[in-house]
């Protein structure tokens, strides 16, 4: 499968604890791009990223939220200390370059408890 | 700030043509994109309009007027397979990498 690929599908958290989402960008996409969904509401950006560096991350929560994508491996959001209102689909998108269209992932659905 | 408006909900006939709207308003504009997502799947890239003008694949056609702030896209021959959430995206030239989303049209085809 040569698409983006997250994991896990499904992440059950209880209030407090750290959140781990693993995106793996398409094969020859450099450029990742994380979107959170709330339900019945549309997705919003929170992060883009190249390779070991974070481009723009205008859209992530200031607090408790960081993401990073290595020279090795996947990229990763981190959630520190759960709440409730961060139960959300979030998205992960690659592409072969800036303004190219996005390719989606599956995405990871976090529940807190 | 950018401002993206869509139908909440459409509703359609198996064979039927039906066109969803988007308008926009933003700073600048680098891109207009038109994804397709089933319940608890991933957004599929359907189309990309940068140009005033009609671009067609297939089944699907997208249109986009710059000066208007407005774009549709024309899905022709409808599927029950295409019921789904249809949504609008916008690029800016102030940020190129983020997209925008509108909320999303649910578009439910009928036999």
């Known amino acids: 499968n040569a698409g983006v690929m997250q994991n896990p599908r499904h992440l059950v958290r209880r209030r407090g604890q750290e959140a781990r989402l693993r995106c793996s960008p398409m094969?020859?996409?450099?450029?990742v791009y994380w979107y959170r969904q709330l339900p019945e509401e549309g997705l919003k950006f929170m992060v883009y990223l190249q390779k070991e560096n974070i481009i723009d991350e205008s859209g992530m929560p200031k607090e408790r939220f960081s993401a990073e994508f290595p020279k090795e491996g996947p990229s990763i959001l981190r959630i520190q200390q759960v709440v409730r209102g961060d139960s959300a689909a979030y998205f992960c998108?690659?592409?072969?370059?800036?303004?190219?269209?996005?390719?989606f992932g599956d995405g990871t659905r976090l529940s807190i408890l | 700030g950018q401002n993206i408006d869509q139908p909440t909900e459409m509703t359609a006939t198996e064979g039927a043509i039906v066109q969803i709207n988007c308008t926009y308003q933003?700073?600048?504009?680098?891109?207009l994109f038109w994804y397709q997502q089933h319940a608890g799947e991933a957004p599929t890239f359907l189309s990309y309009n940068v140009l005033d003008g009609l671009e067609e694949k297939g089944r699907f056609s997208s249109f986009l007027s710059r000066s208007k702030g407005y774009s549709y896209l024309l899905l022709k021959e409808l599927q029950m397979k295409d019921s789904a959430s249809y949504l609008c995206a916008v690029s800016d030239s102030g940020s190129a990498r983020q997209l925008t989303f509108g909320s999303g049209t649910q578009l439910t085809v009928l036999p």
């Open positions: 933003t700073s600048g504009f680098n891109g």
């Open positions: 094969k020859g996409h450099s450029h």
């Open positions: 998108a690659s592409s072969i370059q800036e303004n190219q269209p996005q390719h």
